[in-house]
């Protein structure tokens, strides 16, 4: 996959700057299948077909994918992108958005995940400017995934790092997820948050107080900065 950034089109009636980004509108898909993670984008280096030439960097920029909204918890519907067992990527002012109710949220099924990157086989995965809304699962970044401003809305699983090697994250901004942060019990990394601004449901202070997880400065609404 080389780059993608064809800025202009518009399908569908959201009101995004449609002179700098593309939309795709994926909210009307039917038939998704209820136990397989439907995405726009895929790219998995371990299910490439042998012999097949491939670009070793991924380039996503500019770009708003629309999703659907649910009928009833644990619909299906599809995603946004899953580059997992990348090389190298970087990925910027790239939002995966639901229509749904931020604040009647009917979360997804749980196969529904916004955006999934790493370099798993590289060394390089530049993240910024980048949101989920509504999705089941707003994040999930890999080894050596260095990111700028990620934002999660009204997702059950907002951040959520895995296997080894570390990722670090400028600013996070989060508003009414479940879980703001999640760490999978097998995670034997590290996930740096330099700057984390907006809301904490979640019990346990969302799962982030553990001892691979950093949190420089944490400001929640209505309070004053901390420093951690």
Avoid at 39 to 58: D, H, K, M, Q, W
Avoid at 204 to 227: F, M, P
């Amino acid at each position: 996959m080389g780059d993608i950034n064809t800025g202009g089109s518009i399908v569908g009636a959201v009101n995004f700057n449609t002179i700098q980004m593309t939309i795709i509108d994926v909210s009307q898909l039917t038939n998704i299948p209820t136990n397989a993670s439907v995405v726009l984008f895929a790219y998995n280096r371990l299910n490439v077909p042998s012999g097949t030439t491939i670009s070793e960097i991924i380039n996503l920029h500019d770009f708003a994918i629309l999703t659907a909204t649910p009928n009833i918890s644990g619909q299906n519907i599809c995603g946004g992108y899953d580059f997992i067992y990348s090389v190298n990527a970087s990925v910027t002012d790239v939002t995966v958005y639901s229509p749904n109710n931020f604040a009647q949220t009917i979360f997804p099924s749980n196969h529904v995940i916004g955006q999934v990157i790493d370099a798993e086989y590289g060394n390089m995965c530049r993240l910024n400017n980048v949101a989920s809304y509504c999705t089941y699962t707003g994040f999930i970044l890999g080894p050596h995934t260095h990111a700028g401003t990620v934002i999660t809305q009204s997702c059950y699983y907002g951040l959520m790092p895995f296997t080894h090697h570390g990722v670090d994250v400028g600013r996070y901004d989060t508003q009414a997820c479940i879980y703001p942060v999640f760490t999978p019990s097998n995670f034997i990394g590290s996930l740096q948050i330099y700057h984390w601004d907006g809301e904490d449901y979640s019990v346990s202070e969302g799962n982030q107080e553990v001892a691979d997880i950093y949190i420089k400065w944490k400001c929640r609404q209505h309070t004053l900065c901390i420093s951690w």
